[in-house]
Nanobody
Framework: QVQLVESGGGLVQAGGSLRLSCAAS????????IIWYRQAPGKQRESVAG???????NAADSVKGRFTISRDNAKNTVYLQMNNLKPEDTAVYYC???????WGQGTQVTVSS
């Protein structure tokens, strides 16, 4: 089973940027897609952006134009570049495959106003 580990979160001011990493212990091509999710306290986990095995991408309307998903095939790593961050982006961010596997600990993103 391929394990996915998130990193790169932190505390930033509104308008700042972060790049999150999703590192796979094996080939990212063992999944049909890799998807970034986020979950704020007391709220449902929601999908943020995804990239398919052939490189097609999508993003939620709430982050479109600000967040970009990409991958480094040689490193088996998927990235989420987050620009112009807003306080409402504050959440724990997770990555998982499609089909989904086990969930990691995620990485905390906190955006101050």
């Amino acid at each position: 089973q391929v394990q996915l580990v998130e990193s790169g979160g932190g505390l930033v001011q509104a308008g700042g940027s972060l790049r999150l990493s999703c590192a796979a212990s094996g080939s990212i091509f063992s999944f049909k897609a890799i998807i970034w999710y986020r979950q704020a306290p007391g709220k449902q986990r929601e999908s943020v952006a995804g990239i398919s095995s052939i490189g097609s991408t999508n993003a939620a309307d709430s982050v479109k134009g600000r967040f970009t998903i990409s991958r480094d095939n040689a490193k088996n790593t998927v990235y989420l570049q987050m620009n112009n961050l807003k306080p409402e982006d504050t959440a724990v961010y997770y990555c998982n495959g499609l089909p989904p596997t086990s969930w990691g600990q995620g990485t905390q993103v906190t955006v101050s106003s």
